[in-house]
């Protein structure tokens, strides 16, 4: 499944969000360099190295795996992307500058959605303030399970039920 984003993330000079920030931070901007940081530009999704390199690959075949696994850890280092570890034994990568976001992973397709919640981050500030600190950061992710029947799972009944698990 191929998974870009939209043009917004592709300024009008042509320069990518993430090549943007790589040159902003001083990196050497190499022709694979600058592909592999419009691929990660283009993603909607959280890819893993490998994924990454699939997909420059189809672009430029003369990219090597090698290359995609220096510039990940680069841009990582440089504060450009965030590892995440979804579970499945794969790093997988987020653009830093996509501001403060959760996850919720789908354990059977791998699916990960990106969400904001106003409640969340209220509760997850006061539990900092009632032992003592000033929340600074915190990162959220849920590992769930889509319920068999969507309908069903709407009604009150069946939210009680799968709450008190």
């Given at each position: ?71 990940v850890r680069l841009l990582e280092e440089k504060g450009i992307l965030e590892r995440r570890d979804f579970g499945g034994g794969r790093a997988r990568f987020d653009p830093a500058d996509r501001g403060h976001h959760h996850h919720l992973i789908d354990v059977d397709s791998g ?55």
């Open positions: 499944m191929d998974m870009r984003a939209s043009t917004d993330d592709q300024a009008e000079d042509g320069v990518s969000r993430i090549e943007r920030l790589c040159i902003e931070r001083g990196l050497k901007m190499t022709g694979q360099r600058r592909l592999i940081a419009r691929v990660l530009s283009d993603s909607v999704d959280h890819p893993d190295v490998e994924e990454l390199y699939r997909r420059a690959s189809a672009l430029d075949q003369r990219i090597s795996i090698a290359t995609v696994y220096r510039t699916r990960v959605i990106e969400f904001a919640d106003t409640e969340h981050e209220a509760l997850a500030r006061a539990i900092a303030a009632r032992l003592g600190f000033d929340l600074v950061d915190h990162r959220l992710e849920l590992f769930g399970r889509r319920f068999a029947d969507d309908a069903a799972a709407k009604t009150p009944a069946r939210r009680a039920r799968r709450g008190s698990a």
